[in-house]
Nanobody
Framework: VQLQASGGGLVQTGGSLRLSCATS????????KGWFRQAPGREREFVAA????????YYADFVKGRFTMSSDNAENTVYLQMSNLKPEDTAVYYC????????????????WGQGTQVTVSS
């Protein structure tokens, strides 16, 4: 499975961005897809995920109410709509896919995109 993340950029505090992750090479609906982020000097952390099958979404507490993850099965693409952005959201955002359980752990994901930079200015 190949993943290609895009949509990052520079935005002011309170602004919005939509990240996209296009996938290829696998059966899209058979994978759980996740978004993670990594700020300089910090470990990569879970942001959101959408499960295979039911399509249930899960979010880290720090993005609940601000970020929304969605999936377009026809386009084999997942999205992360980010609103009310804060400077602490600045990071490289990665999309990932897995067929294993444990959707909040980086170690459970087998396929990763290249990352897209999100910078939120104060």
């Amino acid at each position: 499975v190949q993943l290609q993340a895009s949509g990052g950029g520079l935005v002011q505090t309170g602004g919005s961005l939509r990240l996209s992750c296009a996938t290829s090479g696998g059966t899209f609906s058979s994978y759980t897809k996740g978004w993670f982020r990594q700020a300089p000097g910090r470990e990569r952390e879970f942001v959101a995920a959408i499960t295979r099958g039911s399509g249930t979404t899960y979010y880290a507490d720090f993005v609940k109410g601000r970020f929304t993850m969605s999936s377009d099965n026809a386009e084999n693409t997942v999205y992360l709509q980010m609103s009310n952005l804060k400077p602490e959201d600045t990071a490289v955002y990665y999309c990932a896919a897995t067929q294993r359980s444990g959707l909040t752990s980086t170690r459970r994901y087998d396929y990763w995109g290249q990352g897209t930079q999100v910078t939120v200015s104060s």
